[in-house]
């Protein structure tokens, strides 16, 4: 469908064309009259741009060249225009003449068989012979022999399109590039308009730089070879050369024709950079530059004017017209090689070969180099993004592992605690209401009281843990530090504990021979000693418990080693953790080493065990201190 779409359009196209081509007979034509011929460049890109332009409007476009330079007579002029006549019986639709010359000898046939054409004089100078005789013999004495182009438009539907030479420009910045410019080598032929562009040239000169020196190598007065030779004899500091054209007459079968030959040796020969005042193809680097309307720019005002004239709008003929915006342009390796250094480069030109600059020479390993970062960086960038995700989503998962494992641990707890609780309790309330009742024998009744007393410390000390468990969870775990003597501690442990180990159990504690005194928690310090002791007589049915405390390096370390039935090696990991039991049978809460860890932490201190299953434990912690051997000595890194 698409295909076909396409075909459709093209020949709508090619019928609207074919349409508009049938309102025009095969005599529309455009007519290009040459003052020369069309090899030199500048002319032949007017010709092409006409010619490419024009043919879309439906019309033809025809060219002529005149040859007028090697024109010898007035005669060969009235051929010239007898040719015309034969050749371009009918008139065409507009002329374009290339030079003034072109019009001037082409305008008897605006009085007759052209009359009303209209007509555009390219290349305008501004000055023309005042008859065709002058021009041939080459008369061309401004005071006598020339008059303004406007003139001899006038009455005629012509106009003129100017280029005028910007000679002071182009000098002035000659002498920027050569500071040390004392000569100005003008390089032309002697047609008409090189002898024209020579005065106008010499006439600059002596008004404005008159310090320069003008040398003028002009053809016939030197031949090409004796030209090429007094080139190289110039210096490139102080010689500037100026090229204008180097016409010479060539036989072409049985045309003459005028060839500019010397235009691609000038700078092999040359040691000075060889400027222009108009186009020469400076892209190709013959030439260095110069100040003046480029070729481009004068094309498309020519069309502009030219297509306005075939729509038959009338355009102001007392006036010359401007082709274009004058500009410096250059050919930067041009001058280059001839000594000229870029630091003398004018900002404000434009530059033909110009070296690319880091950006332009790497423009694309940058460009990919940059594609390569961004891509890179959104390939890191999702992957963090990703891994972001991973993490969050592993936290939440653990933050939801953590919650159900606290809500379980709660409600083991729970079961635990309410299991824990109510054991003692029922065993507080039960030999409580028996001696209460009198239903007590006396000879039971103080084992009854002591299994009370059991029961009631067992009860407390689990609402203790459960105290002690809520303020670690709020951050408020009291700690008063004060001086302790740690011997004392521990004779206070043993009186306390002699009476709670198993018949056949020996409590033994173990004391440096000189006491230590430190400044600690001692209140903390006695729980978890408490705690270490109370695990030992739960555990231990025989042999013995030993207590004590010695210096380590740093502080002290406290210690209770039991011959109890020890821990099973998969669980020693565990020992620490909350709500451990690893026996059924045992009551307790599963919180109090928790509880002591923590308090050690808190302390900076280390706790750990070491166990073996059948062969009895040893539960220890360090403190970080710095001991002393009597009561006078009271120092401590953990003191507030």
């Known amino acids: 469908m698409r295909i076909t779409g396409y075909l459709f359009t093209f020949l709508i196209l090619l019928i609207c064309r074919q349409a508009r081509s049938a309102q025009h007979t095969d005599e529309d034509y455009v007519l290009v009259v040459h003052s020369i011929n069309f090899n030199e460049t500048w002319t032949h890109q007017t010709y092409e741009t006409i010619q490419t332009l024009i043919t879309q409007e439906g019309l033809q476009v025809k060219g002529e060249e005149l040859q007028i330079p090697i024109i010898k007579d007035t005669t060969e002029i009235l051929n010239k225009l007898a040719h015309l006549r034969e050749e371009y019986p009918l008139p065409p639709r507009a002329v374009v003449c290339i030079g003034d010359p072109a019009w001037l000898v082409i305008r008897p046939l605006f009085d007759n068989e052209w009359k009303g054409v209209p007509s555009l004089v390219c290349y305008s100078r501004g000055m023309v012979p005042r008859n065709i005789k002058d021009m041939v013999e080459r008369k061309l004495d401004p005071q006598e022999a020339m008059v303004p182009t406007s003139t001899i438009i006038k009455g005629y539907n012509a106009i003129t399109l100017s280029q005028p030479l910007y000679i002071r420009e182009t000098i002035e910045m000659m002498q920027k590039m050569q500071p040390e410019l004392k000569k100005v080598v003008f390089v032309n032929d002697n047609r008409y308009i090189s002898i024209l562009t020579r005065q106008e040239v010499q006439s600059v000169l002596e008004q404005q730089f008159p310090d320069l020196q003008l040398d003028v190598l002009s053809w016939p007065q030197l031949s090409t070879e004796h030209l090429l030779d007094t080139l190289t004899t110039y210096s490139n500091q102080d010689a500037g050369i100026i090229y204008y054209s180097w016409y010479a007459a060539s036989q072409k079968g049985e045309n003459h024709y005028l060839i500019d030959n010397v235009q691609k040796m000038t700078n092999s020969f040359s040691n000075p950079p060889v400027y222009v005042i108009n186009d020469l193809d400076i892209e190709g680097g013959n030439f260095a530059g110069g100040h003046y309307i480029s070729v481009e720019d004068f094309n498309k005002t020519v069309i502009t004017y030219l297509q306005e004239m075939l729509k038959g709008k009338k355009i ?325």
């Open 316 to 640: 102001d003929n007392t006036h010359e017209h401007m082709a274009g915006t004058p500009r410096t342009y250059l050919n930067y390796q041009h001058l280059y090689r001839h000594g000229i250094s870029p630091s003398r480069y004018p900002q404000n030109a434009v530059y033909f070969e110009q070296p690319p600059t880091f950006l332009e020479k790497y423009k694309v390993q940058i460009i990919c180099g940059i594609v390569i970062l961004i891509l890179l960086m959104s390939v890191a960038f999702l992957r963090i993004r990703l891994l972001i995700q991973k993490r969050k989503t592993e936290e939440e998962q653990r933050e939801k592992e953590k919650i159900e494992e606290a809500n379980r641990l709660k409600t083991a707890f729970l079961a635990n605690m309410s299991h824990e609780i109510r054991t003692p309790l029922n065993a507080i309330v039960g030999f409580s209401n028996l001696i209460a009742q009198g239903e007590c024998p006396e000879e039971n009744r103080e084992e009854f009281c002591k299994t009370i007393e059991t029961n009631n410390e067992l009860l407390l000390q689990l609402i203790n843990d459960i105290l002690d468990l809520s303020k670690i969870e709020a951050g408020k775990l009291d700690f008063i530090y004060s001086d302790i003597n740690v011997s004392e501690m521990f004779n206070h442990l043993m009186q306390v504990f002699r009476d709670k180990t198993k018949p056949g159990v020996e409590l033994i504690c173990i004391l440096p021979e000189k006491p230590y005194v430190i400044h600690s928690e001692k209140n903390r310090l006695m729980q978890v000693m408490s705690n270490f002791l109370t695990n030992a007589c739960k555990f231990t049915f025989k042999g013995s418990i030993t207590m004590g405390y010695e210096e380590t390096e740093g502080g002290l370390r406290f210690y209770v080693t039991d011959t109890g039935k020890g821990i099973a090696e998969e669980n020693i990991p565990h020992v620490f953790e909350r709500f451990a039991k690893f026996d059924t049978f045992i009551q307790g809460t599963g919180l109090g080493l928790s509880i002591c860890k923590t308090i050690i932490d808190c302390l900076k201190g280390e706790i750990g065990v070491k166990s073996k299953e059948g062969k009895g434990s040893t539960f220890w912690f360090t403190i970080p201190c710095e001991p002393g051997s009597d009561a006078d000595s009271l120092t401590s890194e953990s003191r507030p």
